[in-house]
């Protein structure tokens, strides 16, 4: 069974910065991706970003782009987004997620989910 431990996030003005970790155990995979998802008061869980077991090509939502960076360290299981210019649309709660295999941008073949940690923007 994978765990997922995630720390950051908080409450920032826009155009602030937020980094957000995720360090996973459990696992003896060693082919796998892991991202981050967010879901806003009053709409559907969405993907944000995700990065494999080489770090190659990370994937970024369009919206993030330019704003949003993930990284990993493979000797730590761990996975970190660091946020920038951070808009008021960027406030929900994000998730860390953890598969074997490649990135997938369907929520539901993610099998591994953290408990979320809320990232708030202010205007």
């Known amino acids: 069974q994978v765990q997922l431990v995630e720390s950051g996030g908080g409450l920032v003005q826009a155009g602030g910065s937020l980094r957000l970790s995720c360090a996973a155990s459990g696992h003896t995979i060693s082919t796998y991706a892991m991202g981050w998802f967010r879901q806003a008061p009053g709409k559907e869980r969405e993907f944000v970003a995700a990065?494999?077991?080489?770090?190659?090509?990370?994937v970024l939502e369009d919206s993030v782009k330019g704003r949003f960076t993930i990284s990993r360290d493979n000797a730590k299981n761990t996975v970190i987004l660091q946020m920038n210019s951070l808009k008021p649309e960027d406030t929900a709660v994000y998730y860390c997620?953890?598969?074997?295999?490649?990135?997938?941008?369907?929520?539901?073949?993610?099998?591994?989910w953290g408990q979320g940690t809320q990232a708030t923007v202010s205007s």
């Open positions: 990065s494999d077991w080489n770090a190659g090509s990370p």
């Open positions: 997620v953890f598969r074997g295999g490649r990135i997938v941008l369907n929520r539901n073949y993610w099998p591994y």
